[in-house]
């Protein structure tokens, strides 16, 4: 008789959260790496642009395509592929000879990796019920946090004891040896036979019958001629950008326009990651207490969430212009915890306005967008962050989630979700 666990669902997200994790110590290990890195391949700012604009040149289609595999294939082989892939692209930075390798390398990392937002959101469509996904969506996006913040000492570390070549070599041995654990312990809710029948039950309960799982295959057609879908990914557009920045760019703006050194950033760096960590669980707790405690529907308690996070957001504008250097990081972190406030508010809305069958394609090609926004911004900073400094990118950064509230508030409609059929298309009646 197999052995039944209680709050099985925790465990499966406790798994993919920690795929996260490594997801983002890989991601990270550039932009703490890169002083080091860019001094000894003799790699200007211009060229790491380019490098960082690869990752979201790939990034964008990873998104759809990762997303689109694993609604067809499912989450377990799916994002295991990806795993495998990111960890051995990690790995091969660490044999590149100059910045057109690093260029093709940062490119394959960004297919793969952009597989890991629709991984969690088919997850959580499948292992949540509905009022809790944002606290899973908050809960593995707490991984992407993690990760950044164990990239500074781990990757310091590293280049300090051995090599740079090293520190990506070990990032990406860490990948693999989870991918061995997810394809150990991960299962679909119907195949999981640890999963009592009170879970199972508890998980589909107030699932809407427009939005259950029928085995149909995910319909494109029909999902971009949905106001839904363009509600969530628009905003994204305005908002990834921010996380972009901390990741890739903050080490690099601590070094050259703060004057820290490798230590100073290992040590500074990874404060803005522990406040956006704050901001995940923060985001999926206060809707959910929306829903409890004022029975104001989810969807709109997520878009109360968003509205908070892009004012909070409008702080950081002045991390450009503030002398204090502390001060500089503290409204870095307050833009770490505004970001993934916000961000785990849109994107666990996938699972609430569409199909499960369809969340991750959903979430992918949404991720197209926010992809689209991060390559513009990093290309624009690389081109003239020589020229104009940090402090005018910042600005943006800072008041264009304000934007991303009006596309989701104006777009977004939850009476929409009862338009579509089991088949995933409009209905005759209401097309």
């Not at 669902?9 to 997801?23: D, E, H, Q």
């Not at 070599?169 to 312990?185: D, E, M």
């Amino acid at each position: 008789m197999a052995i039944k666990l209680r709050g099985l669902r925790w465990w499966m997200i406790a798994l993919l959260t920690l795929g996260t994790v490594m997801n983002y110590l890989a991601r990270s290990s550039l932009s703490v790496a890169a002083p080091t890195v860019m001094q000894d391949l003799h790699i200007s700012t211009a060229q790491y642009g380019w490098i960082t604009g690869a990752f979201f040149v790939m990034y964008p289609l990873g998104g759809p395509l990762t997303g689109y595999l694993m609604d067809r294939i499912g989450l377990r082989f799916g994002f295991l592929i990806c795993g495998v892939m990111w960890s051995v692209v990690c790995i091969g930075h660490g044999f590149a000879n100059g910045w057109v390798g690093l260029f093709v390398l940062r490119g394959l990392l960004g297919l793969a990796e952009a597989s890991f937002i629709p991984a969690g959101m088919r997850m959580a469509a499948f292992w949540f019920p509905a009022r809790e996904r944002g606290l899973a969506a908050g809960i593995f996006n707490i991984g992407t946090s993690i990760g950044a913040i164990a990239a500074p000492p781990l990757i310091a570390w590293s280049i300090l004891k051995y090599n740079w070549e090293m520190a990506f070599i070990i990032a990406g041995c860490l990948g693999l040896v989870w991918a061995v654990l997810w394809i150990v312990f991960y299962r679909h809710p119907s195949e999981h036979k640890a999963l009592t029948s009170t879970e199972a039950a508890y998980i589909v309960e107030g699932e809407h019958a427009e939005l259950s799982d029928n085995g149909a295959k995910p319909n494109l057609r029909a999902i971009f001629k949905q106001r839904n879908f363009w509600g969530i990914a628009l905003p994204r557009f305005f908002a990834d950008p921010v996380w972009t920045t901390l990741v890739f760019w903050m080490p690099l703006y601590l070094h050259q326009a703060r004057g820290f050194d490798l230590k100073a950033i290992a040590m500074t760096a990874w404060l803005p990651f522990v406040a956006a960590d704050v901001g995940c669980l923060m985001g999926g707790s206060i809707s959910l207490y929306l829903n409890k405690r004022f029975n104001i529907a989810v969807i709109n308690g997520k878009r109360i969430v968003f509205t908070i996070g892009a004012v909070i957001m409008t702080a950081m504008a002045g991390v450009g212009y503030v002398k204090d250097p502390g001060m500089a990081i503290f409204l870095l972190c307050l833009g770490g915890f505004a970001h993934q406030t916000l961000s785990v508010a849109v994107i666990s809305m996938s699972a609430d306005l569409f199909p499960r069958r369809e969340v991750a394609t959903v979430t992918g090609f949404a991720g197209l967008s926010a992809g689209l926004g991060n390559l513009i911004f990093t290309l624009v900073i690389g081109g003239l962050v020589a020229t104009i400094g940090y402090a005018p990118f910042f600005v943006a950064l800072g008041f264009g989630d304000l934007i991303g509230v009006v596309l989701l508030w104006t777009l977004v409609r939850p009476a929409l979700v009862n338009r579509r059929t089991d088949a995933g298309v409009p209905s005759p009646a209401n097309a």
